[in-house]
């Protein structure tokens, strides 16, 4: 397994445990693609991909209703616990 599969994974076990964490009636679509090192949250309209690269770090684009995609890079592995909470949040 290489760097990139455990920095995946664990970042999938992150993502489930906050989403384990909060009220029943968040309940996104959650998908992981260990090949690509991604992870993504979708409700609705509204899509979250947190995809770790080799070269930028841990970065997540946030897709809205009207397809406007932002991108942003996630500083910490602790930043990513904090970015799942607001994650769910706005999708509650």
Known sequence: MTNLDHTTRSLYQTAMRIL???PQW???DMSADFTD???TIAQGHTQYKIQFE???GLL???TT???TTQHKPIATEQDSETLFEDIYQQLA
């Open 54 to 56: 080799e070269t930028h």
């Open 60 to 62: 997540i684009a946030h």
């Open 26 to 28: 968040v309940n996104p």
């Open 37 to 39: 090192h991604a992870i």
């Open 65 to 67: 209703h009207n397809n």
């Open 20 to 22: 384990n964490q909060q």
